[in-house]
């Protein structure tokens, strides 16, 4: 079935919502252009040819809707272009040049009068360059439109930080893509001129070049939504491991000084990670504060491993009741007044515990 290929189907529940959400003309026009180019994809796909093949001309005319279709998105790609770069001005332009050159596919088309035979569109021998206009027609304003919005959409690419830059980028590499898949019509042309038919469904090379010139276009569209999601699933990942990380050095000062462990306790989740991390450098802090009068006046020592020999003797001291000078300050702190230096300190700090422990 057609919901078996999937660009029509995620473009149109994207359009919906976009098309809701969004104030801007801009982004409009790029997801009518989505929508636009997925409906004609899906038209010829297999299982749609199949779906409407009764034996009567309905295959031949959705290949005619199909490529009428992806001849408006081309023309939403510059209308798209305008409202970046304030290139295109006149915008009833490239309306009727996008109208303009459906009409004259639309002629072409029904003057071949390409009969749909097993799968595939005959054209009579007399008509083959009239049919064969008709694809060139579609390759050549696609190319166009394409090369020209390649061109002025990667101008900025260099120039652009941050999120701005990745959109930019994956919206260029869907152009190409695009570029990719108009210039893979030619094919078609060949094939006329060597047959006299062609494949009425679209090939799987076009449906591949399509598809990711979509998901691309999609993805580079709309990553202000999920960049600032990405982001903080990232750092929740990592805060995840670090908490972990410190696993074995909570659990020293924490045996040692119960009283340090705040309440009530967290069971750690992607949405709290980084909040749970800072809390546990916080525990393992207090923890340093409540052994900080059992460290032995002799131990010292700079380096990760002389630290937790520290707190292993002073986890031990506390238990057996022995106390040191007050002057005794226990080991200080060596890095970066900042969460990273803090975070990349006492995990070397708890991995040195671990190996204490496994020794």
């Not at 580079?220 to 410190?246: D, F, K, M, P």
Request: with cysteine; charged share 20%; glycine share 8%.
């Amino acid at each position: 079935m057609i919901i078996a290929y999937p660009a029509g189907v995620v473009a149109f529940c994207l359009i919906t919502y976009r098309l809701i959400r969004s104030g801007y003309p801009g982004v409009r026009y790029l997801w009518c252009l989505i929508a636009c180019l997925a409906t004609g994809m899906a038209l010829t796909t297999p299982d749609a040819v199949d779906l409407l093949d009764h034996g009567h001309s309905v295959p031949m005319l959705t290949t005619l809707a199909s490529d009428d279709l992806k001849i408006l998105a081309l023309g939403f790609l510059i209308l798209f272009l305008g409202t970046l770069r304030r290139t295109i001005r006149h915008r009833r332009t490239v309306i009727v040049a996008a109208v303009a050159t459906v009409a004259v596919e639309t002629v072409l088309f029904l003057l071949a009068a390409p009969d749909p035979v097993d799968g595939d569109l005959v054209v009579a021998p007399g008509k083959v360059g009239v049919f064969a206009a008709y694809l060139g027609v579609f390759v050549g304003y696609g190319m166009a439109n394409l090369l020209l919005f390649t061109m002025a959409i990667a101008a900025p690419v260099r120039r652009a930080t941050g999120p701005l830059r990745v959109g930019l980028i994956l919206i260029t590499a869907g152009s190409v893509a695009g570029i990719c898949w108009a210039a893979w019509a030619v094919s078609d042309i060949v094939a006329l001129f060597r047959y006299g038919r062609i494949v009425l469904a679209e090939d799987a090379v076009s449906a591949v070049l399509g598809v990711t010139a979509i998901g691309l276009g999609a993805v580079g569209a709309t990553v202000g939504l999920w960049h600032g999601n990405l982001a903080a699933l990232v750092r929740a990942r990592r805060a995840r491991r670090e908490h972990a990380r410190l696993e074995p050095l909570w659990l020293l000062v924490s045996t040692a000084a119960p009283g340090v462990v705040l309440e009530p306790r967290l069971r750690v989740r992607y949405r709290n990670a980084e909040f749970a991390l800072y809390r546990r450098i916080i525990e393992i802090r207090d923890g340093y504060l409540a052994l900080r009068e059992h460290f032995p006046p002799e131990a010292s020592g700079t380096t990760a491993a002389d630290e937790a020999a520290m707190l292993v003797a002073a986890a031990e001291a506390r238990r057996e009741g022995r106390r040191y000078p007050a002057e005794n300050q226990g080991p200080q702190p060596r890095v970066e007044a900042t969460m990273a230096g803090e975070v990349a300190w006492l995990g070397q700090v708890a991995d040195a515990v671990r190996v204490l422990r496994a020794s």
